[in-house]
């Protein structure tokens, strides 16, 4: 991803955030609770973010290792995740979406190395739930 369209990310969740503040978990206006579900409801909270809102949290990433198999094949594509950041900002599970059985032990592998700087509800480190898309592309 260029510098640019990073900062062109970075400028959307601002404008966002000035809005209402939904777009990092901000808001005003918190939702209310069910009574009896106070400070332990919100340190199990998971909030879902979209791929590209959770890029910008992303500290390390990892690039995967062509399989030698899909190479050979010349198979290509993307491969598709969820994924559940814990609150540290660790990648603690994911689930296929979308993408081809050879290339998918290998993004599983860099995505479980990748880290987050926490997302912060409140003003408190939550869990998070996002896709992340892992591209593979031969060389010309």
């Known amino acids: 991803m260029s510098a640019t369209t990073k900062l062109a990310l970075r400028i959307i969740l601002l404008m966002l955030v000035a809005a209402d503040g ?35 949290f992303l500290a390390r990433k990892v690039q995967p290792e062509y399989p ?7 198979i290509q594509g993307v491969v598709v995740l969820k994924a559940e950041i814990s609150k540290e900002g660790d990648v603690t599970a994911m689930t296929m979406v979308s993408g081809h059985p050879l290339l998918a032990p290998a993004a599983v592998e860099a995505v479980k190395q990748w880290k987050y700087k926490p997302y912060l509800l409140n003003g408190r480190p939550v869990a998070v739930e996002t896709q992340v898309s892992v591209s593979f592309a031969l060389s010309k």
């Open 22 to 56: 939904s777009a990092t978990g901000q808001s005003q206006n918190p939702p209310s609770r069910p009574s009896g579900q106070g400070d332990a409801a919100q340190q199990e909270a998971r909030v879902r973010v979209s791929e590209k809102v959770a890029q910008l």
């Open 68 to 74: 030698q198999e899909a190479r050979d094949k010349h």
